[in-house]
């Protein structure tokens, strides 16, 4: 079977890459979505250590819907990993923020 051309010869750049922590990697509580949210969430994190985006927009990029994020998100909250403050109204980003981030 061959490869496509155009996907053989994908590099990543440092920016693709993200580092996973060994004990969020290994903690049985959490599901793999879940796992990958986090990944996402601590990439694109800013200067005061938020990341802010709906939950439509997760689940656009992540290729899941509205209600997988939101229990990708309380699993995330529950095992203390990330921190949320929600926005306003229904279409206002949610703020995630990784724990130990200052």
């Known amino acids: 079977m061959e490869e ?21 990697l290994n903690d049985k509580e959490l599901c793999d979505g879940a796992k990958v949210c986090l990944c996402l969430i601590m990439s694109f994190v800013d200067n ?4 802010n985006i709906t939950n439509d927009q997760l689940g656009n990029i992540l290729g899941r819907s509205k ?16 921190i949320t ?18």
Not at 8 to 14: F, G, M, V, W
Not at 71 to 81: D, M, P
């Open 48 to 51: 005061q250590g938020d990341f």
């Open 67 to 82: 209600n997988t994020i939101s229990k990708y998100s309380t699993e995330l909250k529950r095992g203390g990993y990330i």
């Open 4 to 24: 496509n051309q155009s996907n053989e010869h994908k590099k990543l750049d440092h920016s693709d890459i993200v580092t996973i922590p060994y004990n969020v």
């Open 85 to 102: 403050k929600h926005g306003s109204s229904t279409k206002t980003a949610n703020v995630f923020r990784p724990r130990g981030v200052k």
